[in-house]
């Protein structure tokens, strides 16, 4: 009997459901309802992100740059890895490459909802998973997991093509996985961790948060079952090095092509704007947010803690304390960037899953008689919780898309143009005119000079990356290169007009850094202007070199 | 032996006619002697010793006898006095002559009071002996090996022999009065009549067991031992004997002969002559232990070990058109003069049987025509490739070795993923082997090929013991090679269980472990098959496990591979490696394979097969140097799978990197030899396997080769590209190729030596997980050995690079390693020991 069980002195023996994994009948049953729920989960989102993202223009600039940029390692000339980036974590963009390799999928952006449809779906299958290993009947489990999965907020993320859904795949993976490890002991499974904690870390930097709680329940878990020294070593070994692999091949590639090897880490968040908060101040405001995108998650928190330390299990004590990860990372990281931008709500949303498995643990650690009841009580919270969030999305002022999506599936109506509280604009058909204008107009390869961190929607609109002389042909010293002296080097010059604001250094157009006037008559002669919209403009160049 | 005597001097007169039997001729040294009735066993022993020879009986008519007796000896009146007539010389004399006879020869002397007598010891002679050589047993110890024998005048040597013949114990003679020796052989044996009478069986014939307490060769005790034994195996009590020790082979057939009243053939000294052989078929006299001994009236005679055995006799009356006589030899008799008499045949089929019947399945030739036209086609066009555009065809050179390393790796990972996410083996749980019936359990051949391995011996006759399956349901052959004299002599120095038999094989090319389990495979007695190395200690219970697993799978499967892991792991970095290496290999990689239905490359031992189904599939290629990578293939060929049980064999790691490279480079070797010889007709292989086990046959056995044969030139151009960043390999790795090729070197090495971690880790060696993380290293080693082997594929192709064992230090404390006895710990084997072994697996890092 494991310590855990033995500190379960309420529950008496013959009520007790022995933690035991599924076998046979079973397994193979469960492996089928993991496949029902995959597909209907994928389908619903996938059918949902199409809507908005096809018809309704709910395109998250975060989003459609991966998209584009996914899309450029295969369509630029000549075809270029390093085109994934070096600033945001790649693998938000390398999920995407599949799909981008099909041009109607990328240029449509129709690949950004069929994407993250996977792994919202893949979500609501661990989190169904989780909830069988818990002990909860089928049609409730089922009934839980589709209140989890019509949350606005998972339903807006597994259909919108943002690199949030992938990494809440896999951290909410790794922590289910350590339910598993620590009922049933499987040799694969600190491996499985392993492997989940360093994709989600280079899908989302702050997945890291969460490492040093899950390394050292498995270390504790093992010292509690008197593991001898090597079999400690060996399985944090065994989960720590795909995590250290990861980071190192990223600090690695970073370092061989541009130089800088950490850079994605310092260079990430600028500090642009002045932070008048402090520590405190912001832990609280990071807990406020919690509660109104997922109250459901301090209350499990408090409740796994509870129960972890009343049983001395270690397992309750490490789900309680990743619950309440977030709002201190969040803080952390704001303070870090000196920028309150980080206290949006894509930002908060990252224990939300990791609520469904503490609470299937929880579940399952109830007695069989009262766990229906207990289960329904989730199904109930769950359910009062998908107002809230909603309300949260339309009326926060720490949203983006959220409440344009909210809005338009309610009202029907196309959001493009609109301008959330944090100044980002919905761009689509700027981007669309713009790149049609291309096409009729330009010709050759290499021929528009671009700054692809601005305009990458132009570019992918187009779907022909080849016509633009980007910072990602021949890297930023060649392009620089040509910036200071374009003329001779291209026919005409797209910027992104403006200069809208948005979290990171490279999404502003570093042509218009450079030339501030351009286009104004005080500004560079070369330069005529050829066509503009709202959002972008393009201009020709003219004169001798 | 001395000079030969004429036949009437070959055996006294009076033991002739007292016998029943007279004098033939002289066979070589033996005497051929007639009998119309044959002696029982100890009487036949007796004559031997009477005749100083060994002695064949044949069967002739009574009469015929009587009239030979005639010719010889004359009338009964006619007998001159033999040697052992002394008894009615010394009627007459009395205790006084006795006691001065006793002095002046330096014997005891014993007026032979009854209480003196064990009837025990008394029956240890058989009346008729007794009475004829006045002499009777008084005690016997067991201890001592004595037999105090009373005797009316004091025996010469050839007397004592005599006796010493009869009871398997070295007589101490005391002299005795006549009339008390009359007296004590009447008491003694009227009283075993009487307790015969008591307990008789209503059968006619007469119980093995009882016979053989009767004969004093067990007691009551170790009768019922046998018995139980029995019952609990279902074995015949003959065999349940054998097993627990308590009679040896010679002794059970002389008592079956006397039990059935036919002729015991103790030994056969010259061959029967070709054209008795040719009566019956060879095949019919292996498998069913059956020897032709000699034609006599028209009657053949044919020495059996179990007469009573209906299949053979059966298989003896279709395939033989003349009456036939029976007479017993023992199973050692048959099995060794059959062994003689057909090693050339033996020899040939273990050589040539599968180049005869599947020539293009046999590695005999390395490349077929095609292959050759095929293989100086692709030089060439690569040559002119270089010639007129170098850059593009080294780039297309490396686009196929990119996919197809990519292919290995996603493969590989998919099959491993297989393992981690389900548990593919076939498991049997300790309950259902303790449900087991040995009743119903199948006889089982171990084949153990040994060369220069005497070091070896011991621990491989304790790990064979260890197993838990009736002993008399093994047949263990120890194949020894002909010329290999050390480990022969070492091997008959142990004191080997009736369950484990000798084969010497004669030497022959090629010499190969193949080869020797063919010969082996010949004389099969069992219902399936496995192989052992010298050096394996398999679990206990693992041939139980195979016979579970064969229950439960389909008759498709015909092969359980048991998983091979190393005892010595702790012994240095090398052995470290190598046991991260076969953990993945056999723990992660095999089951993998096992559960998509590919194709298994078998390791090199502890594959179980049913013995009907290997020969099928025209048992092991000898010209093959990874014999069972190509069995493994051939049976998926013939429609038929391999499974992964549960269970493991533990070896040596080899432990020195010379020793090591020569070991891989065989491997690597015997890889490409296969991949050769199963693609001389790539469109057959595709129908036999289908298109996806075609392509895991690439990726796994060409595969394995080939990333360990390409993995240096990789790292020499990455190498190259770091220190130079020269411009030719920049124009060969343009665009996408150079991102395939970082992304294999970058992803693709991580994962493989990840998996070496996830093998240790599965196999429970934590102590090895932090070295699996310096693989790379190892796999270097591999590339080394891997072009030895490729180069010696051209030199020497079915040359054995044998791999040096018995340098293993095992730890005692070492977990997982505990079948290796602990004494062994630090022992080494004289320098340069050699030993075959080591399975073919192929372990491969890109």
Not at chain 1, 94 to 105: D, E, H, K, S, T
Not at chain 2, 442 to 471: F, G
Not at chain 2, 629 to 657: C, F, K, N, Q, W
């Amino acid at each position: 009997m494991s310590p855990i069980a033995a500190r379960e002195p309420r529950v008496r023996r013959s009520q007790r459901t022995p933690p035991v994994a599924p076998r046979g009948r079973a397994r193979r049953l469960l492996g089928r309802e993991a496949v029902g729920v995959f597909a209907t989960a994928y389908a619903f989102y996938a059918a949902v992100g199409l809507y908005t993202t096809l018809v309704l223009h709910v395109v998250v600039g975060d989003a459609e740059s991966r998209l584009a940029h996914a899309f450029f390692v295969w369509w630029n000339e000549p075809a270029k890895l390093s085109a994934i980036g070096f600033v945001w974590p790649p693998v938000q963009t390398l999920v995407l490459l599949p799909l981008a390799l099909v041009r109607p999928f990328a240029t449509s952006l129709a690949a950004l909802p069929l994407t993250s449809a996977v792994f919202g779906a893949g979500l609501l299958v661990l989190v169904d998973k989780a909830l069988a290993h818990g002990g909860v009947e089928r049609r409730l489990r089922w009934a839980i997991v589709a209140a989890f999965g019509l949350n606005p907020l998972i339903v807006f993320y597994a259909g919108n093509g943002m690199a949030e859904i992938v990494f809440l795949y896999f951290l909410t993976a790794a922590f289910a996985l350590l339910v598993r490890w620590t009922r049933d002991q499987r040799w694969q499974d600190p491996i499985l961790i392993g492997f989940a904690f360093g994709v989600g870390i280079l899908a989302r930097y702050e997945v890291a948060a969460w490492l040093p709680l899950a390394v050292a329940g498995i270390a504790t878990v093992l010292a509690r079952r008197r593991a001898s020294a090597a079999r400690i070593e060996a399985t944090l070994i065994a989960t720590l090095t795909p995590v250290v692999y990861a980071v190192l091949l990223w600090v690695y590639l970073n370092w061989s092509l541009t130089g800088k090897p950490i850079a994605f880490f310092t260079e990430q968040v600028p500090g642009a704007a002045p932070l008048r908060s402090h520590g405190a101040s912001l832990v609280l405001d990071a807990l406020v947010l919690q509660l109104k995108i997922f109250p459901l998650t301090l209350a499990v928190a408090f409740v796994a803690l509870w129960i972890g330390a009343r049983r001395r299990a270690p397992l309750g004590l490490v789900l309680g304390l990743a619950l309440c990860v977030n709002p201190l990372t969040t803080a952390v990281l704001v303070l870090r960037a000196r920028d309150p931008i980080l206290l949006q709500v894509r930002y908060n949303l990252r224990a939300v899953p990791l609520v469904l498995v503490a609470a299937a643990w929880l579940l399952g650690l109830v007695a069989p008689a009262r766990r229906r009841l207990a289960a329904l009580a989730l199904l109930a919270l769950l359910a009062a919780s998908i107002p809230v969030t909603a309300a949260t999305m339309l009326r926060s002022e720490h949203v983006l898309s959220e409440g344009f999506f909210l809005d338009g599936l309610i009202h029907g109506r196309d959001q493009d143009g609109r301008v959330s509280p944090l100044g980002t604009r919905l761009s689509i058909r700027d981007e669309r005119e713009m790149a049609a204008f291309v096409k009729r107009h330009v010709r050759g390869g290499d021929t528009v000079l671009t700054d692809d961190a601005a305009t990458f929607g132009v570019m992918l609109a187009d779907g022909h990356p080849a016509r633009y002389f980007d910072r990602i042909d021949r890297g930023d010293r060649v392009w620089s290169e040509a910036l200071r002296n374009p003329v001779g080097r291209a026919q005409y010059i797209l910027v992104k007009r403006g200069a809208v604001r948005a979290n990171a250094a490279n999404a502003f157009d570093r042509i218009v850094e450079r030339y501030p006037q351009l286009g104004r008559p005080n500004g560079p002669k070369f330069a005529r202007l050829a066509h503009a919209n709202r959002t972008f403009a393009l201009y020709a160049i003219e004169g001798l070199r | 032996m001395g000079d030969r005597p004429s036949l009437g001097d070959a055996l006294a007169p009076s033991v002739a006619r007292r016998f029943g039997v007279v004098p033939l001729r002289f066979d070589g040294d033996v005497l051929v002697v007639a009998a119309a009735v044959p002696p029982a066993a100890d009487e036949l022993t007796a004559i031997e010793a009477v005749a100083g020879r060994d002695v064949r009986l044949v069967l002739l008519r009574g009469d015929e006898v009587a009239r030979l007796q005639h010719e010889m000896y004359g009338s009964p009146a006619d007998v001159r006095p033999g040697r052992y007539a002394a008894g009615e010389a010394t009627a007459s004399a009395d205790a006084t002559f006795q006691r001065r006879l006793a002095a002046s020869a330096g014997l005891e002397f014993t007026d032979l009071p009854p209480e003196e007598v064990e009837v025990e010891a008394a029956l240890l002679i058989t009346e008729r002996l007794s009475r004829q050589l006045r002499v009777v047993a008084t005690s016997a110890s067991v201890a001592d090996g004595t037999v105090r024998v009373a005797v009316a005048q004091p025996f010469d040597a050839d007397a004592l022999r005599l006796v010493e013949a009869i009871t398997a114990l070295r007589p101490v003679q005391v002299l005795a009065p006549p009339a008390r020796i009359d007296a004590a052989i009447d008491e003694a044996h009227a009283a075993a009549r009487v307790a015969r009478a008591r307990e008789r069986d209503p059968e006619p014939r007469r119980r093995l067991g009882e016979l053989l307490v009767e004969a004093g060769v067990i007691d009551e005790p170790s009768l019922r031992r046998a018995l139980a034994l029995q019952r609990r195996t279902g074995e015949p009590l003959g065999r349940a004997l054998l097993a627990l020790g308590l009679v040896g082979q010679d002794r059970l057939a002389a008592t079956i002969a006397l039990q059935l009243r036919l002729p015991y053939v103790i030994d056969v000294r010259r061959d029967p002559r070709p054209e008795v052989l040719a009566l019956v078929p060879e095949n019919v006299c292996r498998t069913h232990r059956l020897l032709p001994l000699e034609v006599v009236d028209g009657v053949l005679v044919v020495a059996m070990a179990d007469p009573l055995d209906e299949d053979a006799g059966r298989a003896l009356r279709a395939a033989v058109k003349i009456p036939t006589r029976l007479a017993v030899a023992s199973d050692a008799t048959i099995g060794a003069t059959l062994e003689r008499l057909y090693a050339p045949l033996y020899v040939e089929l273990s050589t040539t049987e599968l180049l005869r019947r599947r020539p293009d399945e046999s590695a005999y030739r390395v490349l077929s025509g095609r292959q050759t036209v095929a293989a100086i086609a692709t030089a060439a066009v690569a040559l002119a490739g270089l010639v007129l555009a170098p850059t593009a065809t080294l780039t297309a050179a490396m686009v196929l070795s990119i996919l197809f390393y990519s292919a290995i790796a996603v493969y590989k990972f998919i099959l491993v993923y297989r393992t981690v996410d389900h548990v593919p083996e076939l498991a049997v749980a300790a309950d259902e082997l303790a449900l087991l019936d040995d009743r119903h359990l199948p006889h089982y051949t171990i084949l153990v090929p040994l060369y220069r391995e005497a070091v070896m011996v011991r621990q491989l006759v304790d790990a064979i013991n260890a197993l838990d399956y009736p002993k008399e349901k093994l047949d263990v052959k120890l194949l020894l090679e002909e010329d290999d004299h050390d480990t022969i002599a070492a091997v008959r120095s142990h004191r080997l269980g009736p369950h484990f038999r000798i084969t010497i094989v004669p030497d022959a090319h090629p010499k190969t472990k193949p080869k020797a389990c063919n010969y082996g495979l010949l004389h099969a007695r069992g219902e399936y098959v496995v192989i052992y190395d010298a050096e394996d200690v398999p679990d206990p219970d693992q041939l139980k496990k195979a016979v579970l697993a064969f229950r439960r799978s389909p008759p498709r499967v015909v092969c359980m591979q048991a998983k091979l892991n190393y005892a010595n792991r702790d012994q240095n970095l090398l052995t470290r490696w190598f046991t991260a290496e076969y953990s993945q290999w056999f723990d992660l990689f095999l089951p993998g394979l096992d559960a998509t239905r590919a194709p298994v490359p078998l390791g090199g031992t502890s594959n179980h097969f049913p013995v009907a189904k290997l020969l099928e599939l025209g048992a092991w290629d000898p010209f093959n140097v990874t014999e069972d990578a190509d069995v493994g293939i051939r049976l998926a060929r013939s429609g038929y799978r391999t499974a992964i049980i549960d269970s493991t064999t533990y070896e040596e790691a080899t432990s020195r990197v010379y020793n090591w490279i020569r070991q891989r480079s065989r491997w690597v070797k015997g890889y490409v030899q296969t991949w050769l010889v199963h693609m001389r007709h790539p469109v057959r292989l595709w129908r036999e396997l289908g298109p996806l086990n075609f392509v895991s046959f690439q990726l796994v056995v060409g595969g394995t080769a080939l990333t360990m044969l390409l993995n240096p030139v990789f790292w020499g151009l990455t190498s190259l590209w770091a220190l130079t960043e020269a411009g030719l390999i920049r124009e060969i790795f343009p665009g996408v190729v150079y991102f395939a090729a970082a992304g294999n070197l970058l992803v693709g090495n991580f994962l493989f030596t990840y998996l070496n971690v996830a093998g240790a880790l599965r196999r429970g060696y934590d102590d090895l997980v932090r070295y699996a993380l310096f693989s790379p290293l190892y796999w270097a080693l591999m590339s080394v050995g891997a072009w030895k082997g490729f180069l010696q594929l051209v030199t020497r192709p079915s040359y054995w690079e044998k791999t040096v064992h018995g340098m293993a230090r095992v730890d005692a404390s070492t977990p997982a390693s505990g079948a290796i006895a602990p004494e062994r710990s630090g022992r080494r084997a004289e320098p340069g020991t050699l030993f075959w072994s080591g399975p073919t697996s192929g372990p491969s890092g890109p």
